[in-house]
């Protein structure tokens, strides 16, 4: 069972304008939560991530909004760039948990 | 370069062969992980290792595989006598002490077993 939900395998978005990567889960343990990008031949590499005590983490030009009631989070990237073109991972984990549980990925791409 | 490192980067092999990976975690992370992930997928969890002690195993490790990390430096994940749904990128992370939620992650093995 996929405890972390993708729904959107892809996303096309203007240079310059706003990207919006959607994430559910399922398991209400999960007390932390990340986003990673993925290069292709490369591994997954940290982006942002947040704590379930946390609504809203924020890195330069990456958001990441938590609604837990929704059991629901985004990322946010303004203004979106080319090199942002990759596909972008969600993963959470549970409290004291060792693993992280992905998402199927979005890959996203930016139109120069 | 001091990420995660691993070797090889392709391996192609027939159904029934034995294959063997290596992953070589940043120096100072007491914690390394390998996740496979498939094509349209994302990286599952398989196994992980504090030092030396493999501390979990997903019910996803059959018993085919067997990972090790003797001196809790460098890693080896064995699959024994392939199948062609071993096939998949096998990816092996890290993590420091007390920062288990950060893991850092290798540029993976994507096993062909034909």
């Known amino acids: 069972d996929q405890q972390v939900k993708q729904n959107s395998p892809s996303l096309s978005v203007q240079e310059g304008r706003i990207s919006i990567l959607n994430c559910d889960y399922t398991?209400?343990?999960?007390?932390?939560f990340l986003w990673y990008k993925k290069y292709p031949a490369e591994g997954p590499t940290f982006l942002i991530s947040?704590?379930?005590?946390?609504d809203k983490n924020e890195d330069g030009r990456f958001t990441v909004f938590l609604n837990k009631s929704a059991k629901h989070l985004s990322l946010h990237i303004v203004p979106s760039q080319p090199g942002d073109s990759a596909v972008y991972f969600c993963?959470?984990?549970?409290?004291?948990?060792?693993?992280?549980?992905f998402g199927t990925g979005t890959s996203l791409t930016v139109i120069p | 370069d001091t990420g995660v490192s691993q070797d090889p980067r392709h391996k192609i092999t027939k159904r029934g062969q034995n294959v063997t990976f290596r992953c070589d975690p940043i120096?100072?992370?007491?914690?390394l992980y390998w996740y496979r992930q498939t094509l349209g997928q994302g990286p599952e969890f398989l196994t992980y290792?504090?030092?030396?002690?493999?501390?979990?195993k997903s019910r996803l490790l059959s018993d085919r595989f067997s990972a090790e990390r003797p001196k809790g430096s460098f890693s080896t994940l064995e699959i024994q006598r392939t199948e062609q749904g071993d096939s998949a990128m096998y990816l092996c992370?890290?993590?420091?002490?007390?920062?288990?939620?950060?893991?850092?992650f290798g540029p993976g093995t994507r096993l062909t077993v034909l």
């Open positions: 992370a890290s993590s420091f002490p007390g920062r288990y939620n950060e893991q850092f």
């Open positions: 398991n209400s343990m999960f007390d932390y």
């Open positions: 947040i704590s379930s005590i946390k």
């Open positions: 993963a959470a984990s549970v409290v004291g948990g060792n693993q992280f549980y």
């Open positions: 120096s100072e992370h007491n914690r």
């Open positions: 290792f504090q030092n030396e002690a493999q501390l979990e």
